[in-house]
């Protein structure tokens, strides 16, 4: 059975760090990602890599803040969010997929519960 369960989240000042981090059993997975969901707006892609760990993909509001890796041995996904800003708040969500088209998509397999972040200004 797969599960992915992501660790991490809390509150902290604008322009602080965090470092939100995704266990997933089962089997390992081609393509990993983060997503975010803000009340009131839909969930959007935050960070993708696939399983060579080499190709990484990210969404223009948090390129150049936001790093994704993964140690395939552990079967996890990190993702460090520096320079946060208050518009950085949501639950973010964890993500996998023995595909590797999905990346920007929301049309991944299997999504952990959330967890949130809250960036106060």
């Known amino acids: 059975q797969v599960q992915l369960v992501e660790s991490g989240g809390g509150l902290v000042q604008a322009g602080g760090s965090l470092r939100l981090s995704c266990t997933a059993s089962?089997?390992?997975?081609?393509?990993m990602g983060w997503f975010r969901q803000a009340p009131g707006k839909e969930r959007e892609f935050v960070a993708a890599?696939?399983?060579?760990?080499?190709?990484?993909y990210y969404a223009d509001s948090v390129k150049g803040r936001f790093t994704i890796s993964r140690d395939n041995a552990r079967n996890t996904v990190d993702l460090q969010m520096n320079s946060l800003k208050s518009e950085d708040t949501a639950v973010y969500y964890c993500?996998?997929?023995?595909?590797?088209?999905?990346?920007?998509?929301?049309?991944?397999?299997?999504w952990g519960q959330g967890t949130q972040v809250t960036v106060s200004s």
């Open positions: 993500a996998a997929d023995s595909r590797m088209w999905v990346i920007r998509t929301t049309g991944y397999e299997y």
């Open positions: 089962g089997r390992p997975f081609s393509t």
């Open positions: 890599i696939f399983s060579s760990g080499s190709t990484t």
